[in-house]
């Protein structure tokens, strides 16, 4: 990015209302020339499942398991299938849509920004590939069944997902990367036609979707894996970070958005 500075945001663990209003307020901001372009990295403060802004939870979402689990809900401005969000490290970005290197076609797009993620696991000795479908595939209701466009595998294992959208001359894209993965609390949060059909398809996805301490066989702080991903968006981005923190105005208005439009329970049809 020609040695540009963009800013560098670690906000943490929060909930989940608060972590997608934050995205969309970062996106606000830079729309209106207050912030520099911005990567943030964060967390979870409770086992979260965020579904897609377009995404029809009627018949996918069981939410009785939700409660089971004490996970948190919200629907992401962003596309794409439900994700659930526990041990992992988020991040999220974003950059004019005018920028020089960013391509005009979503893929694409994705390929830039997501580089990053690709040297966060270089980092963490995991090699990892771009996944490139020779077919359009079916979107299933879980985000990490199957892989899309520029999503990183290894060995045909899906080990991180992303999302994008485009509001206000804006580009947000923000991304899962799990440390681990539990499975059996992901497949009680879809519905299936019978039990055995939901251990058919917890089996299947075993194969089909891996976290990083799966892949490496040892532990890692949300700290390391933190600054595993920080070097690798620092060296594929080629920008200076410079640290941000938010104003307590800013964290008001953060707050607003989240209770206005975030802050769900469960939909009005349960």
């Not at 943490?12 to 970062?26: K, Q, R, V, W, Y």
Request: aromatic share 12%.
């Amino acid at each position: 990015m020609l040695g540009e500075t963009w800013n560098i945001l670690r906000t943490g663990f929060h909930d989940a209302h608060i972590n997608m209003a934050l995205d969309e307020s970062l996106l606000n901001w830079h729309s209106q020339g207050l912030i520099l372009p911005t990567l943030r990295f964060y967390g979870w403060k409770e086992p979260s499942l965020s579904v897609g802004h377009f995404q029809k939870v009627e018949k996918a979402i069981y939410f009785p398991g939700l409660k089971k689990h004490g996970c948190q809900y919200v629907r992401r401005l962003t596309g794409g299938s439900a994700v659930l969000h526990n041990h992992e490290l988020t991040y999220s970005i974003v950059v004019s849509e005018e920028h020089p290197e960013i391509p005009q076609t979503i893929q694409e797009a994705y390929y830039v920004l997501s580089q990053g993620v690709l040297e966060g696991y270089k980092n963490l000795s995991i090699e990892a590939e771009y996944f490139i479908p020779k077919q359009k595939s079916k979107r299933t209701a879980v985000c990490f069944e199957r892989p899309t466009f520029y999503e990183l595998v290894v060995d045909g294992k899906k080990i991180s997902g992303h999302a994008q959208t485009r509001k206000k001359g804006v580009l947000l894209q923000h991304g899962s990367i799990p440390i681990q993965m539990d499975i059996d609390m992901l497949f009680d949060l879809f519905i299936f036609p019978n039990e055995r059909m939901r251990d058919m398809n917890k089996r299947a996805f075993r194969h089909k979707a891996a976290s990083i301490e799966q892949l490496t066989g040892r532990t890692f702080t949300y700290d390391e894996v933190e600054e595993a991903f920080y070097h690798g968006f620092q060296s594929t981005l080629d920008v200076q970070f410079k640290s941000f923190e938010l104003t307590d105005s800013q964290w008001d208005e953060v707050y607003q958005l989240a209770n206005k439009k975030y802050k769900e329970t469960v939909p009005s049809f349960i």
